[in-house]
């Protein structure tokens, strides 16, 4: 199953957001989305310095490196993958 997030660009980041939507800051520099696997977590990238790079194309976005979401305080992740161009690449 191939999961598509639509990009939302916004100023600031809205109080709700949205399963399936990728809320783009770029005055913020932050990406921000509720994680790939459904449970519903917050998954924050910072983009630049020591963060996330993110490119456009045309209305695709990527992020890079990876994106790693973990089960509480343990050292494994529960859902880990690429954004690129919108879509998520399971790892």
């Not at 639509?6 to 509720?34: N, R, T, W």
């Amino acid at each position: 199953m191939t999961i598509e997030l639509q990009p939302v660009f916004v100023e600031a980041m809205p109080d709700e957001i949205e399963e399936g939507k990728l809320y783009i800051s770029e005055k913020y520099k932050c990406v921000i989305h509720l994680c790939a696997c459904g449970c519903r977590r917050k998954s924050v990238t910072p983009i630049g310095y020591k963060g996330w790079t993110m490119t456009k194309n045309m209305n695709k976005i990527t992020l890079r490196p990876s994106i790693g979401n973990f089960t509480g305080d343990k050292p494994s992740y529960h859902a880990h993958y690429f954004i690129t161009d919108n879509k998520v690449q399971w790892l």
